[in-house]
Structures are given as C-alpha cells and as structure tokens.
C-alpha cells in the first residue's frame, strides 16, 4: 500500500582485409604492448572516454595475438545491470580479435535476467557488425545447452549439485574472453571473474543451485569477500571444465571512467582488479546512523530486484553504517515492477511469502524448494531482520506490502528522524562502520 503525505554470418576473409585496409589497419606483431598507437588506431570506431584509454593500455599489455589467431572465440559480456560502455570496453578487444582472424562471437551474458530489447541491444549489434562478429543473447532454457560434468560440487560436503551446463557459444569455443565489471556482489564477494561464464551462460538448473540456500547460509557468501568465499569457489569450480579462459576486468568509476582495467589469464585479471575494488568501494564512517536514502538510477532502477541492491548492500555489509532498529530510504523508479526475466519473477513469488516465512526457510525451519531469482528475497528478508525499509518513486507493489515495506511518493512523506545522510551511489561507496 501507497502511504502519502505525513507522506545483438561473418564475412568472407578477403572481404575482412579490405574493410581493415580501409579502417587505416596494419600490420602487427605478437604483442600489442609494441604498438600502443595502433591499438588506438585499431579501435578508432570505440568511444574516446577515460575507460577506452585504460582498455587500450590493458590490452597493450596483455593482448597474445598469437593465442588467439584463427581460432574462435566467444566473448561474453554483462548485460546492462552492470555499468559497462560497450563501444569503449569492446572496439579495441574486438579489433585486435579482427586483425588476428579469429571469428569472434558475441555473447550477452544473462543469467536468468530478461533479454535485451532490440533498442538495448543496439549499441553491442553496432560493435559486433563493425568487426563482423557474432552476437547472440544467452536462454538459460534453451534445448541445446551442453553438459561437460554432471556435478562440480560433488567433493565438496554442503554444496549443492552444480551441473556444468553451458551455451553452445560457451562450449564450442577454443578460447573463451569474460568481460566483467568488477564491483561489490552480494553473493560472490565482488562481480565479474568467472561469474561472466558460470552465471551468465550457464543453465536454468545452474544458476537457480548456485542461489539455493546452502550457500545462503553461509556466513562466508558475503559481499566483499572473495578470499574463503564458497560462493566464488563455486564459481571457478563450474568453469574449470571450459576452454582457456581469458578476462577483460573494469572497476568501474562513474560512467566514462574506471579505476582500473586488467586484461590476461582470466583469475589474475580478477585478483588484480579485486584488489582495487576492495580499497575504492568501501566508505568508512565514525558512527551509525538513523537512516540512509539510497536514490538508484541508471539500469539498478529499472526493477526491484536490481534496485534492492541498494538496501542489501547498506544494511548487510559487515558493520553497516545504519544502526539496528533504523530506516533505509530506496528511491527508484522501478518502471518494471519487481522485474520481467525468469529469475525476478522467481522473486516476486517468494516475496509474497512474507519476511518471517523467508527468514524460517532460510534458518531451514521449513523445508522448500528454490530456483534463482529467489535468493533476493531471502537477502531482502535478512536486511528487514536489521531495519526497516521504505520505497519511494515506484508504483505500486503488492509484493512489497507482503515484505511489510511501505511505499511512499516522494522522500519528503516519508517521517525519518534522527541523523542521516544521502548516499548518493551506495553500490560504488557502501557506507560502514570503522
């Protein structure tokens, strides 16, 4: 309820040579390290931003054209809940893939999010139709998903079964490039690294175990934390059945700029970016306060389950900045509602359980079967154990009502007392306690 007022088939070879005479293309040697300049050349068609720059110096650094020649390589991208400049991260790896003659398909990397529209998706059929790549978006329910191992977690006591279930796109490579974005993660401690791969191509039966609550359970499956993580173990472990694994890993800073970019072997480039990410995502703060607003814009706004992000974060982040018993504020739009991929509505359900059902599943009170997209509400519900919750800017949602969080129109009918602050992008500066 409301409360208002006291408130994306290549061409032939002969033709790909022409086009790159016709771009200004060289010839190059083994390393792109040689020549930055030409790197720059070379990706002419991406967006001139700082993140382009720190792609292009990744690349010089660590582009083997000779590991990647006339072999096929699928590239596997997020999707937009992850803040990535497609023509700046992708027109350098694509023109390097272009000039070594590797045919090169584009993956978007969905997990069980909802497919791109034809209008989202027009920035990545640009880039891919520039390198003659191709594109495809991955259906974790589709009938030709391949199977390489049957459980990865068997050895391991307390792990669900995890099948190594993959797109074709995946499989069929002989060289796999994650491009991740690396920043804070409820689950895995931070996104991006093999989580490109082992959630975002992987099956239906995968990602909904990967999200079960075994792993919910653990104390360890928290947000910033990768080093004892079962999670983000997990999470190498169902990619190690795959060919040769490569990343391009950005710690994003604002939307045309990056900490940090790393491109090489696809663990080290994720270690080396984590890094980074643990010292720059982190706001450290001398008291508690009374409560938080979180104004989400951008893709995290487009539904509720990208959104609550926000309130997980802040609330179960190891020390959260907001006292116990106190308020977080979500702004969003939310124009989608809870959301419209499997995995959201997978939420909603759940949700309509109510905060105390889900918080009896989660300490195994009540037996239950799961699928992905439901491990957010059983995060939301642990938020709501720590402090209440209001939702402003949104319409209305009678899930939220179950999840006993109000929902008001604008920030000023909401009655906040005490001390507080706006923390104006709780996803790239989680506010805690020292």
Same mark, same amino acid.
């Given at each position: 309820?409301? =409360?208002?007022?006291? =408130?994306?088939?290549?061409?032939?070879?002969?033709h790909?040579?022409?086009?790159?005479?016709?771009?200004?293309h060289?010839?190059?040697?083994?390393?792109?390290?040689?020549?930055?300049e030409t *790197?720059?050349?070379k990706?002419?068609?991406?967006?001139?931003?700082?993140?382009?720059?720190?792609?292009?110096d990744?690349?010089?650094?660590?582009? /083997?054209?000779?590991?990647?020649?006339?072999?096929?390589?699928?590239v596997a991208?997020?999707?937009?809940?992850?803040?990535?400049?497609?023509d700046?991260?992708?027109?350098?790896?694509?023109?390097?893939l272009?000039?070594?003659?590797?045919?090169?398909t584009l993956v978007?990397a969905?997990?069980l999010?909802? @497919?791109?529209?034809?209008?989202?998706?027009?920035p *990545?059929?640009?880039v891919?139709?520039?390198?003659?790549a191709?594109?495809?978006?991955?259906d974790?329910?589709a009938?030709?998903?391949?199977?390489?191992?049957?459980?990865v977690?068997?050895?391991?006591?307390?792990?669900?079964?995890?099948?190594?279930r993959?797109?074709p796109?995946?499989?069929?490579?002989?060289r796999?490039?994650?491009?991740?974005?690396?920043? @804070?993660?409820?689950y895995?401690?931070f996104?991006?690294?093999a989580?490109?791969?082992?959630?975002?191509?992987?099956?239906?039966?995968?990602?909904?175990?990967?999200?079960?609550l075994e792993?919910l359970r653990?104390e360890?499956?928290?947000?910033?934390?990768?080093e004892?993580?079962?999670?983000?173990?997990?999470l190498?472990?169902?990619?190690h059945?795959?060919?040769?694994?490569?990343?391009l890993?950005?710690? @994003?800073?604002?939307?045309?700029?990056?900490?940090?970019?790393q491109?090489?072997?696809?663990?080290?480039?994720?270690?080396?970016?984590?890094?980074v990410? /643990?010292?720059?995502?982190?706001e450290?703060?001398?008291?508690?306060?009374?409560w938080?607003?979180?104004?989400?814009?951008?893709?995290?706004a487009v539904?509720?389950y /990208?959104?609550?992000?926000?309130?997980?974060?802040?609330?179960?982040?190891d020390?959260?900045?907001?006292r116990?018993?106190?308020?977080?504020?979500l702004e969003?739009?939310?124009?989608?509602?809870?959301?419209?991929?499997?995995g959201?509505?997978?939420?909603?359900?759940?949700?309509m359980?109510?905060?105390?059902?889900?918080?009896?599943? *989660? =300490?195994?009170?009540?037996?239950?079967?799961?699928?992905?997209?439901?491990?957010?509400?059983?995060?939301?519900?642990?938020?709501l154990?720590?402090?209440d919750?209001?939702?402003?800017?949104?319409?209305?949602?009678?899930?939220?009502?179950?999840?006993g969080?109000?929902?008001?129109?604008?920030?000023?009918?909401?009655?906040?007392?005490?001390?507080?602050?706006?923390?104006?992008?709780?996803?790239?500066?989680?506010p805690?306690?020292k």
């Amino acid at each position: 309820m409301r =409360r208002r007022g006291p =408130r994306r088939e290549r061409a032939p070879k002969a033709h790909r040579a022409d086009r790159r005479r016709r771009r200004g293309h060289e010839g190059r040697g083994e390393r792109a390290g040689r020549n930055r300049e030409t *790197l720059g050349e070379k990706a002419s068609g991406g967006s001139v931003t700082p993140t382009n720059d720190a792609v292009i110096d990744a690349l010089a650094a660590g582009f /083997q054209a000779a590991f990647f020649r006339g072999k096929k390589v699928t590239v596997a991208v997020p999707d937009l809940t992850r803040p990535l400049d497609y023509d700046a991260v992708l027109s350098p790896l694509l023109a390097l893939l272009d000039d070594a003659g590797a045919q090169v398909t584009l993956v978007v990397a969905l997990g069980l999010h909802r @497919p791109l529209s034809r209008t989202e998706l027009l920035p *990545l059929a640009e880039v891919a139709a520039r390198y003659d790549a191709r594109l495809v978006q991955h259906d974790a329910l589709a009938d030709d998903l391949v199977e390489l191992e049957a459980d990865v977690g068997a050895d391991h006591d307390g792990w669900p079964a995890l099948p190594a279930r993959y797109s074709p796109a995946i499989t069929n490579a002989d060289r796999i490039i994650c491009v991740g974005v690396v920043e @804070p993660h409820q689950y895995a401690g931070f996104s991006g690294g093999a989580k490109t791969v082992s959630i975002g191509c992987a099956s239906h039966a995968t990602v909904s175990a990967m999200h079960g609550l075994e792993f919910l359970r653990d104390e360890r499956t928290a947000l910033g934390n990768v080093e004892d993580n079962p999670f983000q173990q997990a999470l190498w472990e169902l990619s190690h059945p795959l060919g040769p694994k490569w990343g391009l890993m950005i710690v @994003p800073d604002g939307a045309d700029a990056c900490h940090a970019a790393q491109f090489g072997p696809l663990f080290a480039a994720f270690q080396s970016c984590v890094e980074v990410a /643990q010292d720059v995502f982190f706001e450290d703060v001398d008291e508690p306060f009374d409560w938080l607003h979180l104004p989400v814009e951008g893709p995290k706004a487009v539904n509720f389950y /990208q959104a609550s992000r926000a309130v997980t974060y802040a609330a179960l982040v190891d020390r959260p900045a907001v006292r116990e018993g106190g308020l977080l504020i979500l702004e969003a739009a939310c124009p989608e509602g809870i959301g419209q991929g499997a995995g959201e509505q997978a939420c909603a359900e759940a949700m309509m359980r109510g905060q105390e059902a889900l918080m009896a599943e *989660l =300490r195994g009170e009540r037996e239950v079967q799961t699928r992905g997209g439901q491990q957010r509400a059983y995060v939301l519900a642990r938020a709501l154990e720590w402090c209440d919750v209001a939702v402003v800017g949104a319409p209305e949602m009678p899930e939220l009502e179950a999840m006993g969080i109000a929902q008001y129109d604008s920030v000023d009918d909401v009655a906040a007392e005490g001390r507080g602050r706006v923390v104006e992008d709780v996803f790239h500066a989680v506010p805690r306690l020292k």
